[in-house]
């Protein structure tokens, strides 16, 4: 009996029925999907973030020349560096980089303005696991237990529809496999908008504006701050005095670009 069912199944398994299935069902599919990509890309071209030339099939949002390019800091090879130098005094500093320098004017500006304020935010985790890549080259945050990307105001959350820093600190975490976590550090008031403050200014907006939730579980841990852009640098010393109430915790920065 368990010979005649095995031998009905292989032949309904082999027989002209489910190719047929098989064809309708996902060849069909895959092949319209191709061509509709294809057809659209003749009139709307996928173009390069930073010299919107059009971009081959094997190339994500920067064409390689682009990437080739980038103005590396190359700061995770220096103990000492600028992205250091901005914390110095400010709190407790394990190590710090930032991936690239913002320039303004240039046409790698327009990478954070694309993942900042164009909805772009796969194009912060894309950069951030670029980011990763060099990083891991010489094991610069090897013993960090735990990513926490710089949090938004629930309010700015909801308008924007994303945190920009926590999808870099996801592609940053995706390479050096290690946990990100947005739920630990919160804005308690929504504060207003760093750019067009001065040095002092800054400092004074974002002063006590973070708090904790959960602090028993970052006891002891090495923290990995993550932001976009590292200007003056307030924001991220007041995430770092923040967290500093917390027992036995290290603490170090990496931003997807310095100005």
């Known amino acids: 009996m368990n010979d005649r069912v095995y031998k009905t199944n292989i032949s309904v398994v082999f027989s002209g029925s489910f190719f047929v299935y098989l064809y309708k069902s996902i060849l069909i599919p895959l092949i319209m999907k191709k061509f509709w990509q294809e057809f659209v890309s003749l009139f709307f071209p996928e173009l390069c973030k930073v010299c919107q030339c059009k971009l081959l099939k094997q190339e994500q949002y920067i064409c390689l020349s682009c990437l080739y390019y980038l103005p590396r800091t190359n700061y995770h090879f220096y103990k ?34 694309h993942i900042k304020y164009h909805g772009n935010k796969e194009l912060g985790a894309f950069m951030g696991e670029c980011f990763a890549i060099d990083l891991d080259k010489n094991s610069f ?24 820093s926590e999808w870099i600190a996801m592609g940053i975490g995706k390479v050096l496999k290690k ?27 974002v002063e006590n504006i973070f708090a904790i939730k959960s602090a028993e579980k970052l006891k002891g841990k090495h923290i990995l701050l993550v932001d976009d852009v590292l200007t003056t640098g307030a924001t991220l010393a007041s995430c770092a005095n923040t967290l500093q109430s ?5 603490i170090s920065v990496a931003t997807l670009s310095i100005a």
Request: glycine share 6%; hydrophobic share 30%.
């Open 80 to 113: 000492s560096n600028s992205t250091e130098e901005r914390f110095f005094g400010k709190f407790p500093l394990e190590k710090a980089t930032s991936f690239i320098k913002y320039v303004k004017g240039s046409p790698y500006h327009n990478l954070l303005t």
């Open 141 to 164: 945050f090897l013993d960090v237990d735990i990513i926490l990307p710089v949090p938004l105001h629930q309010r700015k959350l909801k308008k924007r529809g994303y945190n920009q």
């Open 179 to 205: 946990r990100v976590d947005a739920s630990f550090l919160y804005r308690k008031s929504p504060g207003s908008t760093q750019t067009r403050k001065n040095a002092y200014e800054r400092w004074l907006n």
């Open 246 to 250: 917390i027992e036995g915790i290290k």
